[in-house]
């Protein structure tokens, strides 16, 4: 037996709420062998970013290769490529078909306002992405335009589709689009070759949203690996990182913005098993 593989591209998160490690628990959560390879080293945690340094294409390289020499992965997230050099070596492998399913999580500036990529190194990989996930601020660092309402998510993601995409997620945490006494919903937009439609869910009140964006899409390629079609995989993967805000809701990780209850703890611990 073998349980099918999801690979992760992207940045480390010393707090464990995001980067590689976030989408590692994403992947186990979901009942995929994840695998990594790792592009930058950060020194963070729930308050901000102190330091980052990008790692070497050859290193990159050679994580890459190794891995896919040896393990069938059935999809890849790509998130923070902090140099054109990793964007280069991630396109040359996905033109030979080496990264199915690929998921690009445009990783560009974190929440507290530090550089981690570039919009020159997501351009590259645009045009071989089966799904792209950027929330409104990398929408409209991609565009030259200001995303703002549901109706303009709705119209970058088509505008991004035309680059080369298969399916594309406008992400929109903090976009409401409903009666305000109903606690908000938030909405994403989302274009496929059907066009494009927004995707609403109940708002999850909770200061702890670092790593959402990583859990999203690292779930949509999990979902991808497990064979799901996309739109499928887009909308469990909605519904999951909704479950992950909700489960974390009431905890107290670090002094800023902590992190998702991506395995279930909360409910363990409610139900008496270890926390």
């Excluded at 040896?70 to 790509?78: E, G, I, N, S």
């Excluded at 489960?247 to 913005?257: A, D, H, I, M, T």
Aim: charge should be negative.
């Amino acid at each position: 037996m073998m349980p099918p593989i999801a690979l992760t591209i992207a940045g480390s998160d010393s707090s464990g709420g995001a980067g590689i490690q976030a989408d590692l628990k994403v992947f186990a959560a979901l009942g995929v062998y994840g695998a990594s390879v790792l592009t930058a080293v950060t020194a963070q945690n729930t308050r901000g970013v102190r330091w980052v340094h990008p790692l070497p294409s050859e290193v990159i390289t050679v994580q890459l290769d190794a891995v896919l020499d040896d393990l069938p992965a059935a999809a890849t997230k790509v998130g923070m490529l902090a140099t054109a050099g990793a964007a280069n070596t991630m396109a040359a492998r996905a033109k030979a078909r080496r990264l199915p399913n690929l998921v690009l999580d445009p990783v560009l500036v974190s929440s507290s306002g530090t550089q981690l990529g570039t919009v020159e190194a997501v351009e590259v990989l645009l045009p071989y992405a089966t799904v792209v996930t950027p929330n409104r601020d990398e929408a409209s660092a991609l565009l030259g335009w200001r995303v703002s309402t549901p109706g303009d998510m709705a119209a970058a993601a088509a505008e991004l589709a035309s680059r080369g995409p298969r399916c594309v997620v406008v992400t929109g945490g903090d976009v409401t689009d409903c009666d305000p006494s109903d606690g908000g919903e938030s909405v994403d937009a989302l274009w496929t070759e059907n066009g494009a439609r927004l995707l609403p869910l109940p708002r999850v009140t909770t200061g702890n949203t670092h790593g959402t964006g990583c859990a999203f899409s690292s779930a949509i390629a999990a979902r991808l690996a497990l064979g799901d079609a996309v739109d499928d995989a887009v909308i469990y993967a909605k519904g999951y990182v909704a479950r992950a805000l909700d489960g974390s809701r009431e905890w107290r990780v670090g002094g800023g913005l902590g992190p998702l209850d991506h395995m279930g703890w909360s409910t363990k611990s409610t139900e008496g098993g270890s926390a």
